[in-house]
């Protein structure tokens, strides 16, 4: 979300088992109710959301995503009362602009909710990405997630926050072809600044791919972006 070497995706069918496909979300009614009240107490009352919920966090997350006209913002300071828009430093053109980057997804902000960059340096290279039917529908979302091989050994996390922003002043990310395949990225920007409508706590082990995040040589990385700047996510050598 406009850091790391890149948020831009490639989706080849079949997909590779480093696409990560998002765990399904709970779909009873009890469940679906409990998020919706949750969320809609929380933006009554702005602030802090009082999960009480048992289901996990990113599963309320997700839901709220997919069903409701906001974006999810992961960051690792629980203070911001109104977000600016800044310039990242990203190898794609639209993750490369002066904006307020959020996401349509719950797993995808997470990740960088809890990755503690502020003791651990390290570079991202990261992907929310869906495939496109001819019906213009698209697929639950599959993610790719790697940080610096030292930040990984480092166990470089800690709690962060998910912020919860009103869609209004986004625009989301083109859909792309890739290899024959259109694909639509959970990647949205805002020119303007953004106020939050509410916000929820979260820990590393809220996370549901944890024990996925890969790690990567950043100076062997670099090399093969800049290669190959259409190899994402750089694995091996000449990766298409």
Not at 79 to 98: A, H, S, V, Y
Not at 209 to 219: P, S, V, W
């Amino acid at each position: 979300m406009g850091d790391g070497f890149a948020t831009v995706p490639v989706m080849i069918a079949p997909l590779p088992d480093y696409w990560l496909p998002r765990p399904p979300i709970p779909t009873d009614s009890t469940s679906l109710a409990a998020f919706d009240q949750l969320f809609e107490d929380a933006v009554q009352q702005g602030g802090e959301i009082n999960y009480r919920l048992a289901a996990p966090r990113w599963q309320f997350a997700c839901y709220i995503a997919d069903t409701r006209p906001v974006l999810l913002h992961g960051s690792g300071d629980a203070q911001i009362k109104r977000f600016e828009p800044r310039q990242p430093n990203d190898t794609t053109e639209f993750g490369n602009q002066l904006a307020v980057y959020a996401a349509s997804d719950g797993v995808w902000p997470l990740y960088y909710a809890i990755l503690d960059r502020g003791r651990h340096p390290m570079s991202m290279i990261n992907a929310s990405v869906r495939a496109v039917d001819d019906d213009g529908s698209s697929s639950l979302p599959h993610y790719y997630f790697s940080i610096s091989a030292p930040a990984l050994a480092a166990r470089a996390f800690r709690p962060g926050t998910l912020y919860f922003l009103p869609r209004t002043t986004f625009r989301q990310q083109p859909d792309t072809q890739f290899h024959g395949q259109l694909v639509r990225v959970d990647h949205w920007a805002s020119p303007e600044a953004v106020v939050p409508l509410c916000q929820l706590t979260v820990t590393p082990d809220d996370f549901p791919h944890l024990g996925q995040i890969r790690g990567h040589d950043d100076a062997t990385t670099l090399a093969r972006a800049r290669a190959n700047p259409d190899g994402f996510p750089w694995i091996e050598a000449g990766n298409p």
